[in-house]
């Protein structure tokens, strides 16, 4: 095993990794593909099946180098990947822009992502519904749109019946206020 610290990024080379190029920390594998395998012909796609079909818990992602010299295969290429095999391609200039994307992916682990669609999934989980419907005067009209406009059950508990009002109506803003309120006064 080697290892090699660049810019901040450790990278292992290891014989045993597999057929994935690459293994990220967030559960990621890469799959790289140049300019070269794909001018060579078509052994390229043996390996993107073998690829596939590693028996992984990791993310596969694949990166294809598309340059004047592979755009004639490019199209070809990507038909293979995405709909043949059902992988996730994305298309590089190189292998600088892959290793910047890669460096992108390891460091903006933490950071939010501005384009992605923001999920209200965490927040419409089974549970947290039905914990949002034990609040009296709540049903599940009145639970999604609470989870709608609040991201958490904390800024839930802490609005204010004037931040409640205009979603639920005054009576409920009260009864709502009053549940999380009185449950708060009781533990103290």
Do not use: W
Request: proline letters at 4%; hydrophobic letters at 45%; aromatic letters at 8%.
């Amino acid at each position: 095993m080697k290892i090699i610290v660049s810019g901040g990024v450790k990278i292992l080379f290891e014989n045993e990794l597999g057929v994935a190029d690459f293994h990220l920390p967030n559960k990621s594998c890469i799959l790289y593909v140049s300019e070269c395998d794909i001018i060579a012909g078509n052994g390229y796609k043996r390996k993107l099946v073998r690829y596939r079909n590693a028996s992984s818990s990791f993310q596969q992602l694949v990166l294809v180098e598309n340059t004047r010299l592979s755009e004639q295969y490019f199209s070809a290429v990507q038909k293979f990947v995405v709909f043949d095999l059902g992988l996730t391609l994305l298309p590089v200039s190189g292998q600088t822009e892959a290793s910047q994307l890669i460096t992108q992916m390891v460091h903006g682990e933490s950071r939010e992502n501005p384009f992605r669609r923001r999920s209200a999934s965490g927040l419409l989980d089974p549970l947290v519904l039905a914990l949002v419907q034990q609040v009296p005067g709540v049903g599940r009209v009145k639970a999604l749109a609470l989870l709608q406009h609040f991201p958490s059950i904390q800024q839930l508990c802490n609005a204010a019946p004037a931040e409640l009002e205009p979603i639920v109506g005054q009576a409920a803003a009260q009864q709502i206020h009053s549940f999380f309120h009185k449950a708060t006064a009781a533990g103290t």
